[in-house]
């Protein structure tokens, strides 16, 4: 009986564990989430500010920059290219996923393939406007 009780507390510590850490992880996912968002903003904003510079304005990328952004705030590579959140947000990912639920894990790899695909648009358009 008495190993039964332990038992049970031990499950009942492991289940609360459980539950603990996914709450964390989902935490620490949507701060990535906001910081790509907020990057993938500054990127467009720097887009739109280059075409608007060389007189080429598209409306179309200006309103796709909702949540505002500064193109000062804009990262350079030293290739040239603008950084992006992508990078860094698919290594928390793959480090996190390790540990996770298959269920966390597909939202994960949705979330972060979505924030790919923005920015390589984002990157396509930038090394348009660079090259004309």
Known sequence: MFTRARD???LARDAQA?????KALIAEL????ERAEHEKNVALAALAALKNARGGGDDSVT??????GDARGARRG???????????????????L????SSNEAHVRALCDAHEKEMDGIRAQLAAVVKS
Do not use: Q
């Open 8 to 10: 049970a507390a031990r």
């Open 63 to 68: 309103s796709m920059s909702a949540g505002g």
């Open 18 to 22: 459980e539950h603990d850490f996914t």
């Open 30 to 33: 949507k701060r990535d989430n």
């Open 98 to 101: 390790d540990t996770r639920t």
């Open 78 to 96: 030293e290739d040239g290219d603008y950084d992006d959140a992508s990078d860094s947000l698919c290594a928390r990912r793959d480090e996190a």
